[in-house]
């Protein structure tokens, strides 16, 4: 079964660094996510990504954040100047379609920034 | 006021009961509704849509009512294995999740 794959499982940085965090959708999916995860907090969206431009962002993705898809496998986002509330379980999340569609979650990648 | 809200929980239950959870969001104009399951440390996996008419797949039964914008799961005869943090979530234009449900299934 096709899934979505995440690299770095964990990625520990120090404030201020600039990270990128990769993911390689499943291969026919058109829409893709990125969501965070503060540990013993709720799942929040960032962003969302189709035709290769962002459709919709939360307000927590600033400045600092931004998403590419470099080439047609992988999707990645970027954190320019990590801070120590970065610190969270990143997934990234692809789906064939809008709407009702099921979105595929990727295993996540922690981010520990100190 | 939180825009998918649920009961944290946790809902500690024996092998075989009936549990059900209760979600409530905010925003009437929300258009797609899911349960997901997500376990320790794991990423969250779809468990069902929940559609209009209430759905039934095994086990698990997914009602929605649009006027009261609640949407509830039932899980009978529960098992070891669906021990896990339930999310309830609802989309607009985006995907807002709430904060998840613990259950804890016990011999």
């Known amino acids: 079964e096709p899934e979505v794959t995440q690299t770095p499982s964990h990625q520990v940085t120090q404030m201020g660094q600039e990270v990128i965090l990769r993911c390689v959708p499943i291969?026919?999916?058109?829409?893709f996510y990125w969501y965070r995860q503060i540990l013993g907090q709720k799942v929040e969206f960032l962003v969302s990504?189709?035709?290769?431009?962002?459709?919709?962002k939360s307000e927590i993705f600033d400045d600092q954040f931004s998403v590419e898809r470099p080439d047609g496998s992988n999707f990645t986002l970027k954190i320019r100047s990590t801070k120590l509330e970065d610190s969270a379980m990143y997934f990234c999340a692809s789906a064939p379609g809008q709407g009702a569609y099921e979105q595929y979650f990727g295993p996540g990648t922690r981010l520990t920034v100190t | 006021r939180k825009e998918v809200e649920q009961d944290p929980g946790p809902f500690n239950v024996p092998e075989g009961a009936t549990v059900a959870f209760n979600c409530t969001y905010s925003n009437s104009a929300s258009q797609s509704f899911f349960w997901y399951r997500q376990d320790c440390r794991k990423e969250p996996k779809l468990l069902m849509s929940?559609?209009?008419s209430g759905n039934e797949d095994g086990r698990f039964t997914a009602q929605l009512n649009r006027a009261s914008q609640y949407i509830s799961l039932l899980i009978r005869d529960s098992k070891l294995s669906d021990s896990a943090t339930y999310l309830c979530?609802?989309?607009?234009?985006?995907?807002?999740f709430g904060a998840g449900t613990r259950l804890t299934v016990k011999p």
């Open positions: 929940v559609y209009s």
């Open positions: 291969s026919n999916h058109l829409y």
């Open positions: 979530v609802v989309r607009f234009d985006d995907m807002r």
């Open positions: 990504f189709y035709n290769n431009e962002i459709s919709e």
